[in-house]
Protein backbone atom coordinates (compact mmCIF):
# COMPACT_ATOMS: atom_id res chain seq x y z
CA UNK A 1 0.00 0.00 0.00
CA UNK A 2 1.19 3.30 -0.67
CA UNK A 3 2.73 4.78 2.30
CA UNK A 4 1.24 8.63 2.13
CA UNK A 5 -2.17 7.99 3.11
CA UNK A 6 -5.03 10.01 1.89
CA UNK A 7 -7.71 12.56 3.53
CA UNK A 8 -9.83 12.53 1.00
CA UNK A 9 -11.21 16.07 1.20
CA UNK A 10 -8.25 17.25 2.31
CA UNK A 11 -5.77 15.67 -0.43
CA UNK A 12 -2.66 14.21 0.43
CA UNK A 13 -1.12 14.24 3.67
CA UNK A 14 2.18 13.85 5.42
CA UNK A 15 2.59 13.28 9.23
CA UNK A 16 6.17 12.89 9.39
CA UNK A 17 7.47 16.04 11.25
CA UNK A 18 6.04 17.11 14.52
CA UNK A 19 5.85 20.15 17.09
CA UNK A 20 3.41 21.46 19.13
CA UNK A 21 1.90 24.98 19.45
CA UNK A 22 0.56 27.18 21.65
CA UNK A 23 -2.04 29.07 20.08
CA UNK A 24 -2.79 32.24 21.17
CA UNK A 25 -6.43 32.79 19.60
CA UNK A 26 -8.03 30.10 22.15
CA UNK A 27 -5.95 28.92 24.91
CA UNK A 28 -2.35 28.22 25.69
CA UNK A 29 -3.40 24.63 24.34
CA UNK A 30 -0.77 22.77 22.41
CA UNK A 31 -1.14 22.01 19.13
CA UNK A 32 0.79 19.16 17.14
CA UNK A 33 1.59 20.64 13.75
CA UNK A 34 4.18 20.54 11.58
CA UNK A 35 6.90 23.27 10.06
CA UNK A 36 6.79 23.76 6.81
CA UNK A 37 10.66 24.67 6.12
CA UNK A 38 13.33 21.85 7.00
CA UNK A 39 14.26 23.35 10.50
CA UNK A 40 12.51 20.75 13.78
CA UNK A 41 10.72 22.52 15.64
CA UNK A 42 10.15 20.37 18.91
CA UNK A 43 8.04 20.13 21.00
CA UNK A 44 7.91 22.71 23.98
CA UNK A 45 5.38 23.73 26.69
CA UNK A 46 7.40 25.83 29.38
CA UNK A 47 10.17 27.76 28.07
CA UNK A 48 11.92 28.78 31.67
CA UNK A 49 13.88 27.23 33.59
CA UNK A 50 14.63 28.92 37.01
CA UNK A 51 15.62 25.88 38.84
CA UNK A 52 15.98 22.68 38.96
CA UNK A 53 16.56 22.29 42.56
CA UNK A 54 13.71 22.81 44.75
CA UNK A 55 15.80 23.80 47.60
CA UNK A 56 16.89 26.97 45.61
CA UNK A 57 13.30 27.92 44.86
CA UNK A 58 12.09 27.18 47.93
CA UNK A 59 14.54 29.68 49.81
CA UNK A 60 12.61 32.63 47.43
CA UNK A 61 9.12 31.27 47.09
CA UNK A 62 7.85 34.80 49.08
CA UNK A 63 9.22 36.66 46.28
CA UNK A 64 7.01 37.95 43.40
CA UNK A 65 8.00 40.89 41.92
CA UNK A 66 10.30 43.85 42.49
CA UNK A 67 7.91 45.76 44.43
CA UNK A 68 8.52 49.52 42.64
CA UNK A 69 5.68 51.70 41.63
CA UNK A 70 4.88 53.10 37.76
CA UNK A 71 7.65 55.89 38.10
CA UNK A 72 10.03 52.44 39.03
CA UNK A 73 10.58 54.04 42.73
CA UNK A 74 10.71 50.79 45.26
CA UNK A 75 7.58 50.70 48.15
CA UNK A 76 9.21 49.81 51.56
CA UNK A 77 7.81 46.20 51.24
CA UNK A 78 5.95 44.94 48.63
CA UNK A 79 5.98 41.91 46.29
CA UNK A 80 7.80 39.87 49.11
CA UNK A 81 10.87 42.15 48.71
CA UNK A 82 12.07 44.38 52.23
CA UNK A 83 14.44 47.77 51.41
CA UNK A 84 17.19 47.05 49.18
CA UNK A 85 15.75 50.23 47.49
CA UNK A 86 18.89 51.23 45.16
CA UNK A 87 19.10 47.98 43.84
CA UNK A 88 15.39 47.12 42.87
CA UNK A 89 15.11 50.51 41.48
CA UNK A 90 18.10 49.37 39.46
CA UNK A 91 16.82 46.08 38.55
CA UNK A 92 13.45 47.52 37.76
CA UNK A 93 15.02 50.05 34.89
CA UNK A 94 16.90 46.60 33.40
CA UNK A 95 13.98 44.81 33.58
CA UNK A 96 12.28 47.42 31.19
CA UNK A 97 15.28 47.52 28.97
CA UNK A 98 15.32 43.97 28.58
CA UNK A 99 11.69 44.30 28.09
CA UNK A 100 12.30 46.89 25.22
CA UNK A 101 15.20 44.30 23.73
CA UNK A 102 17.61 47.21 24.57
CA UNK A 103 19.66 44.96 26.59
CA UNK A 104 20.68 41.74 24.25
CA UNK A 105 24.51 40.88 24.91
CA UNK A 106 24.76 43.02 27.99
CA UNK A 107 25.99 42.19 31.22
CA UNK A 108 25.03 43.04 35.07
CA UNK A 109 26.54 42.24 37.87
CA UNK A 110 24.63 42.16 41.14
CA UNK A 111 27.84 42.48 43.85
CA UNK A 112 27.33 42.35 47.88
CA UNK A 113 27.85 40.19 50.95
CA UNK A 114 26.40 36.96 51.55
CA UNK A 115 22.77 36.82 52.23
CA UNK A 116 21.82 40.83 51.09
CA UNK A 117 19.42 39.18 48.34
CA UNK A 118 21.61 39.37 45.46
CA UNK A 119 19.69 36.05 44.25
CA UNK A 120 16.58 37.33 45.68
CA UNK A 121 16.83 40.36 43.29
CA UNK A 122 17.66 38.12 40.70
CA UNK A 123 15.02 35.87 41.13
CA UNK A 124 12.41 38.68 41.58
CA UNK A 125 13.94 40.27 37.87
CA UNK A 126 12.24 36.77 36.23
CA UNK A 127 9.44 37.40 37.94
CA UNK A 128 8.77 40.79 36.39
CA UNK A 129 9.63 39.71 32.93
CA UNK A 130 6.97 37.55 32.50
CA UNK A 131 6.44 33.92 31.31
CA UNK A 132 7.51 34.68 27.56
CA UNK A 133 10.68 35.84 28.05
CA UNK A 134 13.40 33.24 29.03
CA UNK A 135 15.14 32.99 32.82
CA UNK A 136 17.53 30.81 32.97
CA UNK A 137 19.35 30.27 36.35
CA UNK A 138 22.10 28.22 37.28
CA UNK A 139 25.17 28.18 39.60
CA UNK A 140 28.44 28.54 38.42
CA UNK A 141 29.52 25.39 39.71
CA UNK A 142 26.83 23.17 37.20
CA UNK A 143 29.23 23.78 34.95
CA UNK A 144 31.50 21.92 35.44
CA UNK A 145 29.94 18.01 34.96
CA UNK A 146 31.53 15.05 33.99
CA UNK A 147 28.68 15.07 31.31
CA UNK A 148 30.36 17.59 28.93
CA UNK A 149 32.56 20.05 28.50
CA UNK A 150 32.39 23.32 30.24
CA UNK A 151 32.40 25.63 27.42
CA UNK A 152 29.55 23.51 26.09
CA UNK A 153 27.32 23.39 28.92
CA UNK A 154 27.68 27.19 29.53
CA UNK A 155 26.75 27.73 25.52
CA UNK A 156 24.00 25.58 26.40
CA UNK A 157 22.91 27.90 29.32
CA UNK A 158 23.03 30.42 26.38
CA UNK A 159 21.34 29.00 24.31
CA UNK A 160 18.51 27.68 26.42
CA UNK A 161 17.86 31.70 27.43
CA UNK A 162 17.21 32.67 23.84
CA UNK A 163 13.22 32.34 22.90
CA UNK A 164 12.22 32.54 19.23
CA UNK A 165 8.84 33.60 18.54
CA UNK A 166 7.26 31.84 15.76
CA UNK A 167 4.41 33.36 13.62
CA UNK A 168 2.42 31.06 11.81
CA UNK A 169 -0.68 31.19 9.48
CA UNK A 170 -2.04 27.73 8.64
CA UNK A 171 -5.47 26.43 7.37
CA UNK A 172 -6.93 23.94 9.96
CA UNK A 173 -9.53 21.83 10.35
CA UNK A 174 -11.29 22.40 14.02
CA UNK A 175 -14.09 21.72 15.81
CA UNK A 176 -16.09 18.99 17.34
CA UNK A 177 -15.72 15.21 16.78
CA UNK A 178 -19.25 14.11 16.27
CA UNK A 179 -18.41 10.88 14.33
CA UNK A 180 -15.32 8.53 14.30
CA UNK A 181 -15.52 4.96 12.76
CA UNK A 182 -12.73 3.02 12.17
CA UNK A 183 -12.42 -0.05 9.61
CA UNK A 184 -9.91 -2.26 11.42
CA UNK A 185 -8.06 -4.90 9.62
CA UNK A 186 -5.63 -7.90 10.82
CA UNK A 187 -2.19 -6.66 11.79
CA UNK A 188 -0.18 -8.03 8.56
CA UNK A 189 2.70 -8.85 11.28
CA UNK A 190 0.22 -9.63 14.14
CA UNK A 191 -2.89 -11.11 12.80
CA UNK A 192 -4.15 -11.64 16.03
CA UNK A 193 -4.26 -8.10 16.49
CA UNK A 194 -6.60 -5.56 14.88
CA UNK A 195 -5.29 -1.87 13.22
CA UNK A 196 -7.26 0.43 11.70
CA UNK A 197 -7.11 0.46 7.98
CA UNK A 198 -8.74 3.92 7.67
CA UNK A 199 -11.80 5.82 9.37
CA UNK A 200 -14.34 8.00 8.49
CA UNK A 201 -14.31 11.05 11.30
CA UNK A 202 -16.95 13.79 11.46
CA UNK A 203 -16.00 17.16 12.61
CA UNK A 204 -18.72 19.99 13.16
CA UNK A 205 -18.77 23.60 14.52
CA UNK A 206 -21.86 25.65 15.59
CA UNK A 207 -22.56 26.41 12.05
CA UNK A 208 -21.14 23.41 9.78
CA UNK A 209 -20.24 19.44 10.21
CA UNK A 210 -18.21 17.50 7.41
CA UNK A 211 -17.15 14.26 7.10
CA UNK A 212 -13.83 13.09 6.15
CA UNK A 213 -12.14 9.66 5.40
CA UNK A 214 -8.76 9.12 6.67
CA UNK A 215 -6.11 6.35 5.49
CA UNK A 216 -4.42 4.41 8.04
CA UNK A 217 -1.73 6.31 9.36
CA UNK A 218 -3.88 9.12 10.54
CA UNK A 219 -6.08 6.40 11.72
CA UNK A 220 -3.43 5.36 14.10
CA UNK A 221 -2.50 8.71 15.14
CA UNK A 222 -6.63 9.65 16.48
CA UNK A 223 -6.38 5.72 18.63
CA UNK A 224 -2.61 7.22 19.92
CA UNK A 225 -4.01 10.60 20.87
CA UNK A 226 -6.84 9.06 22.70
CA UNK A 227 -9.23 11.20 20.18
CA UNK A 228 -12.74 10.28 20.57
CA UNK A 229 -16.68 11.78 20.04
CA UNK A 230 -16.84 14.80 22.03
CA UNK A 231 -13.41 15.99 21.97
CA UNK A 232 -12.59 19.36 20.12
CA UNK A 233 -9.48 18.77 17.75
CA UNK A 234 -7.56 21.05 15.58
CA UNK A 235 -5.61 18.93 12.32
CA UNK A 236 -3.35 20.93 10.65
CA UNK A 237 -4.42 20.40 6.73
CA UNK A 238 -0.94 20.29 5.33
CA UNK A 239 0.24 18.03 7.43
CA UNK A 240 -2.05 15.90 8.81
CA UNK A 241 -1.18 16.64 12.74
CA UNK A 242 -3.85 16.54 15.06
CA UNK A 243 -4.38 18.36 18.08
CA UNK A 244 -6.22 17.51 20.95
CA UNK A 245 -8.14 20.98 22.42
CA UNK A 246 -10.39 19.23 25.21
CA UNK A 247 -13.38 18.04 25.87
CA UNK A 248 -16.85 19.84 23.76
CA UNK A 249 -19.10 21.40 26.64
CA UNK A 250 -21.81 19.91 24.49
CA UNK A 251 -20.45 16.22 24.86
CA UNK A 252 -22.52 14.20 27.52
CA UNK A 253 -20.30 14.08 31.05
CA UNK A 254 -19.07 10.63 31.29
CA UNK A 255 -17.74 10.48 34.64
CA UNK A 256 -18.49 12.75 37.80
CA UNK A 257 -15.08 13.72 38.30
CA UNK A 258 -13.13 14.46 35.12
CA UNK A 259 -9.57 15.99 34.84
CA UNK A 260 -9.89 16.93 31.61
CA UNK A 261 -10.41 20.89 30.14
CA UNK A 262 -13.75 21.66 29.26
CA UNK A 263 -13.53 23.87 26.10
CA UNK A 264 -16.14 25.51 23.59
CA UNK A 265 -17.28 24.25 20.33
CA UNK A 266 -15.58 26.54 17.68
CA UNK A 267 -17.86 28.88 15.20
CA UNK A 268 -17.90 29.58 11.70
CA UNK A 269 -16.25 27.04 9.39
CA UNK A 270 -14.39 23.38 10.36
CA UNK A 271 -11.84 24.49 7.62
CA UNK A 272 -10.22 27.73 8.58
CA UNK A 273 -7.01 30.01 8.52
CA UNK A 274 -5.31 30.73 12.28
CA UNK A 275 -2.45 32.28 13.58
CA UNK A 276 -0.18 30.51 15.69
CA UNK A 277 2.21 31.57 18.33
CA UNK A 278 4.79 30.22 20.08
CA UNK A 279 7.95 30.55 21.44
CA UNK A 280 11.08 28.05 21.48
CA UNK A 281 14.39 28.34 22.61
CA UNK A 282 17.46 28.21 20.59
CA UNK A 283 18.44 25.23 22.47
CA UNK A 284 15.10 23.25 22.42
CA UNK A 285 15.72 23.68 17.74
CA UNK A 286 19.51 22.77 18.39
CA UNK A 287 18.73 19.48 20.15
CA UNK A 288 16.02 19.07 17.57
CA UNK A 289 18.16 18.98 14.52
CA UNK A 290 20.80 17.75 16.60
CA UNK A 291 19.18 14.58 16.49
CA UNK A 292 17.75 14.60 13.43
CA UNK A 293 21.03 15.33 11.30
CA UNK A 294 22.82 12.39 13.60
CA UNK A 295 22.24 9.25 11.53
CA UNK A 296 23.37 7.00 14.39
CA UNK A 297 20.96 8.54 16.41
CA UNK A 298 18.34 5.56 16.44
CA UNK A 299 21.21 3.23 18.00
CA UNK A 300 23.85 5.50 19.97
CA UNK A 301 22.95 6.74 22.95
CA UNK A 302 22.23 10.64 22.41
CA UNK A 303 25.04 13.07 22.92
CA UNK A 304 24.79 15.68 25.34
CA UNK A 305 26.56 17.63 23.10
CA UNK A 306 25.36 19.53 20.18
CA UNK A 307 27.56 19.99 17.11
CA UNK A 308 28.42 23.20 16.33
CA UNK A 309 27.55 23.01 12.83
CA UNK A 310 23.81 22.01 13.87
CA UNK A 311 24.06 25.78 15.94
CA UNK A 312 25.23 27.54 13.18
CA UNK A 313 22.50 25.60 10.63
CA UNK A 314 19.90 26.59 13.38
CA UNK A 315 21.13 30.46 13.55
CA UNK A 316 20.72 30.74 9.94
CA UNK A 317 17.50 29.51 10.02
CA UNK A 318 16.66 31.42 12.50
CA UNK A 319 18.28 34.89 10.87
CA UNK A 320 15.64 34.19 7.40
CA UNK A 321 12.77 33.17 9.65
CA UNK A 322 13.10 36.49 11.37
CA UNK A 323 14.18 38.63 7.85
CA UNK A 324 11.11 36.86 6.43
CA UNK A 325 8.68 38.48 9.54
CA UNK A 326 7.68 35.21 10.48
CA UNK A 327 9.71 35.00 13.89
CA UNK A 328 11.45 37.21 16.34
CA UNK A 329 13.98 36.44 18.57
CA UNK A 330 12.87 37.06 21.90
CA UNK A 331 16.36 37.78 24.15
CA UNK A 332 16.37 36.43 27.67
CA UNK A 333 18.20 36.31 30.74
CA UNK A 334 20.70 33.80 31.77
CA UNK A 335 21.48 34.46 35.81
CA UNK A 336 24.73 32.57 36.64
CA UNK A 337 25.16 32.32 40.32
CA UNK A 338 27.78 31.97 42.16
CA UNK A 339 30.76 33.43 40.03
CA UNK A 340 33.11 32.87 41.43
CA UNK A 341 33.23 29.65 40.77
CA UNK A 342 33.90 30.31 36.92
CA UNK A 343 37.23 29.85 35.68
CA UNK A 344 39.28 31.82 32.96
CA UNK A 345 38.29 29.91 29.88
CA UNK A 346 34.70 30.14 31.28
CA UNK A 347 35.17 33.90 30.99
CA UNK A 348 36.77 34.00 28.09
CA UNK A 349 34.42 32.02 26.60
CA UNK A 350 31.48 33.80 27.62
CA UNK A 351 32.89 37.25 26.53
CA UNK A 352 32.70 36.44 23.56
CA UNK A 353 29.96 34.81 23.13
CA UNK A 354 28.25 38.23 24.44
CA UNK A 355 29.54 39.55 21.17
CA UNK A 356 27.28 37.45 18.75
CA UNK A 357 23.85 38.88 17.83
CA UNK A 358 22.04 36.33 19.66
CA UNK A 359 23.20 36.69 22.69
CA UNK A 360 21.17 36.29 25.89
CA UNK A 361 21.17 39.20 28.96
CA UNK A 362 23.82 37.62 31.73
CA UNK A 363 23.17 38.85 35.01
CA UNK A 364 25.72 37.25 37.65
CA UNK A 365 26.25 37.63 41.35
CA UNK A 366 28.90 37.51 43.61
CA UNK A 367 29.91 37.74 47.25
CA UNK A 368 33.76 37.86 46.62
CA UNK A 369 35.10 41.35 47.03
CA UNK A 370 39.05 40.86 45.85
CA UNK A 371 39.70 37.04 44.76
CA UNK A 372 41.73 35.16 42.58
CA UNK A 373 40.16 34.21 39.14
CA UNK A 374 40.07 31.10 39.09
CA UNK A 375 42.29 28.59 36.93
CA UNK A 376 45.04 31.90 37.39
CA UNK A 377 46.68 33.95 39.92
CA UNK A 378 45.63 37.02 39.13
CA UNK A 379 43.25 38.81 41.96
CA UNK A 380 41.03 40.89 40.53
CA UNK A 381 37.66 41.94 41.62
CA UNK A 382 34.87 39.59 42.46
CA UNK A 383 37.34 37.18 41.19
CA UNK A 384 36.17 38.47 37.70
CA UNK A 385 38.34 39.19 35.22
CA UNK A 386 38.90 42.97 34.11
CA UNK A 387 37.65 42.89 30.46
CA UNK A 388 34.40 41.26 31.36
CA UNK A 389 33.89 43.58 34.21
CA UNK A 390 34.20 46.56 31.49
CA UNK A 391 30.94 45.49 29.73
CA UNK A 392 29.32 45.00 32.72
CA UNK A 393 26.69 47.16 34.83
CA UNK A 394 27.31 46.68 38.44
CA UNK A 395 24.17 46.41 40.85
CA UNK A 396 25.32 46.60 44.69
CA UNK A 397 23.76 45.48 47.71
CA UNK A 398 24.06 46.31 51.34
CA UNK A 399 23.80 45.03 54.86
CA UNK A 400 19.97 44.81 56.28
CA UNK A 401 18.81 46.77 59.29
CA UNK A 402 17.51 45.35 61.67
CA UNK A 403 14.02 46.78 61.22
CA UNK A 404 14.23 45.19 57.28
CA UNK A 405 15.92 41.68 58.79
CA UNK A 406 12.74 41.57 61.08
CA UNK A 407 10.63 42.02 57.93
CA UNK A 408 12.40 39.56 56.27
CA UNK A 409 11.88 37.04 58.91
CA UNK A 410 7.96 37.67 59.04
CA UNK A 411 7.58 36.93 55.53
CA UNK A 412 9.64 34.26 55.42
CA UNK A 413 7.60 32.76 58.70
CA UNK A 414 4.48 34.01 56.94
CA UNK A 415 5.55 31.76 53.48
CA UNK A 416 6.08 28.79 55.55
CA UNK A 417 2.88 29.33 57.75
CA UNK A 418 4.78 29.58 60.65
CA UNK A 419 3.63 31.12 63.57
CA UNK A 420 5.94 33.59 65.69
CA UNK A 421 5.80 35.00 69.27
CA UNK A 422 7.06 38.48 69.84
CA UNK A 423 9.72 37.49 71.59
CA UNK A 424 10.70 34.35 69.15
CA UNK A 425 10.93 37.00 66.51
CA UNK A 426 12.91 39.65 68.28
CA UNK A 427 15.46 36.75 69.12
CA UNK A 428 15.59 35.67 64.85
CA UNK A 429 16.16 39.05 64.60
CA UNK A 430 19.03 39.28 66.92
CA UNK A 431 20.46 35.96 65.46
CA UNK A 432 19.98 37.53 61.88
CA UNK A 433 22.03 40.57 62.83
CA UNK A 434 24.83 39.34 64.79
CA UNK A 435 25.44 36.53 62.61
CA UNK A 436 23.72 36.31 59.30
CA UNK A 437 19.97 37.00 57.67
CA UNK A 438 19.87 33.40 56.12
CA UNK A 439 21.21 31.33 59.46
CA UNK A 440 17.76 33.48 60.95
CA UNK A 441 15.94 32.03 58.12
CA UNK A 442 17.22 28.77 58.24
CA UNK A 443 16.55 28.23 61.78
CA UNK A 444 12.49 28.78 61.26
CA UNK A 445 12.03 25.41 60.18
CA UNK A 446 13.75 23.59 63.09
CA UNK A 447 12.61 25.62 65.88
CA UNK A 448 8.59 25.44 64.25
CA UNK A 449 9.68 21.62 64.61
CA UNK A 450 10.37 22.54 68.80
CA UNK A 451 7.50 23.54 68.80
CA UNK A 452 5.15 20.71 67.12
CA UNK A 453 6.55 18.57 69.44
CA UNK A 454 5.29 20.79 72.49
CA UNK A 455 1.96 20.62 70.54
CA UNK A 456 2.21 24.06 69.98
CA UNK A 457 0.80 25.77 67.12
CA UNK A 458 3.29 28.84 67.88
CA UNK A 459 6.88 29.31 67.68
CA UNK A 460 8.41 30.36 71.05
CA UNK A 461 11.37 32.15 72.22
CA UNK A 462 12.28 28.26 73.61
CA UNK A 463 12.18 26.89 70.51
CA UNK A 464 14.33 29.41 68.82
CA UNK A 465 16.97 29.16 71.36
CA UNK A 466 17.05 25.19 70.99
CA UNK A 467 17.49 25.15 67.63
CA UNK A 468 19.99 27.85 67.57
CA UNK A 469 21.66 25.38 69.91
CA UNK A 470 21.42 22.41 67.78
CA UNK A 471 22.49 24.17 63.98
CA UNK A 472 25.99 26.03 64.34
CA UNK A 473 26.14 29.36 62.52
CA UNK A 474 29.31 29.71 59.93
CA UNK A 475 31.46 31.43 62.52
CA UNK A 476 30.75 28.83 65.48
CA UNK A 477 31.41 25.79 63.01
CA UNK A 478 34.59 27.20 61.57
CA UNK A 479 35.50 28.22 64.95
CA UNK A 480 34.84 25.00 66.66
CA UNK A 481 37.27 23.51 63.54
CA UNK A 482 39.99 25.90 64.04
CA UNK A 483 39.95 24.85 67.71
CA UNK A 484 40.16 20.94 66.97
CA UNK A 485 43.31 21.65 64.49
CA UNK A 486 44.65 23.59 66.86
CA UNK A 487 44.36 20.70 69.25
CA UNK A 488 45.78 18.55 66.47
CA UNK A 489 48.75 20.05 65.82
CA UNK A 490 49.53 20.50 69.34
CA UNK A 491 49.71 16.90 69.96
N1 LIG B 1 15.19 42.33 50.36
C1 LIG B 1 14.69 41.14 50.66
N2 LIG B 1 13.38 40.99 50.83
C2 LIG B 1 12.87 39.79 51.14
N3 LIG B 1 13.60 38.67 51.27
C3 LIG B 1 14.91 38.76 51.11
C4 LIG B 1 15.52 39.99 50.78
N4 LIG B 1 16.84 39.80 50.70
C5 LIG B 1 17.06 38.50 50.95
N5 LIG B 1 15.90 37.86 51.21
C6 LIG B 1 15.76 36.44 51.53
O1 LIG B 1 16.82 36.12 52.44
C7 LIG B 1 17.49 34.91 52.09
C8 LIG B 1 18.94 35.16 51.69
O2 LIG B 1 19.02 36.00 50.52
P1 LIG B 1 19.76 35.62 49.16
O3 LIG B 1 19.91 34.14 49.05
O4 LIG B 1 19.07 36.29 48.05
O5 LIG B 1 21.17 36.28 49.42
P2 LIG B 1 22.41 36.38 48.45
O6 LIG B 1 22.82 37.83 48.43
O7 LIG B 1 22.14 35.74 47.17
O8 LIG B 1 23.53 35.59 49.29
P3 LIG B 1 24.81 34.76 48.77
O9 LIG B 1 25.90 35.75 48.49
O10 LIG B 1 25.18 33.90 49.93
O11 LIG B 1 24.41 33.99 47.56
C9 LIG B 1 16.66 34.34 50.96
O12 LIG B 1 15.67 33.48 51.50
C10 LIG B 1 16.03 35.56 50.33
O13 LIG B 1 14.83 35.24 49.63
MG1 LIG C 1 22.87 34.00 46.29
Given at each position: ??????????????????????????????????????????????????????E??SAHSH????????????????????????????????????????????????????G?????????????????????????????????????????????????????????????????????????????????????????????????????????????????????????????????????????????????????????????????????????????????????????????????????????????????????????????????????????????????????????????????????????????????????????????????IKTIIEIRAAESGIMLSREALEKLTEIG??TSLRYAVQLLAPANEYAK???SGKVEISDVNRAA?IF?D??????????????????
Amino acid sequence: MCPTLLLYELGTLNSSMSLKLSNVVSTKRLYSQAFPLTLVIPMVSEIREISKTFERISAHSHIRGLGLDEDLKAKDVADGLVGQKKAREAAGIIVRLIKEGKMAGRGILIAGPPGTGKTAIAVAISKELGKDIPFVQVSASEFFSTEMKKTEALIQAMRKAIGVRIRERRIVLEGEVVGLDYNMVPNPYNPTQKVPESATITIATKDEKRTFSVGSRIAMQFISSGIEVGDVIVIDKETGRIGRLGKSNRAKKKYDIEDEEIVDVPNGRVEKEKEFTYVVTLHDLDEANARRSSIFSLFSPPSREIDNEVRQAVDEKVKSLVEEGRAELVPGVLFIDETHLMDIELFAFMNRAMESDMAPIIILASNRGFAKIRGTDIVAPHGIPLDLLDRLLIITTEPYSREEIKTIIEIRAAESGIMLSREALEKLTEIGEKTSLRYAVQLLAPANEYAKLRKSGKVEISDVNRAAEIFADVTQSSEYLKKWEEKLLAH
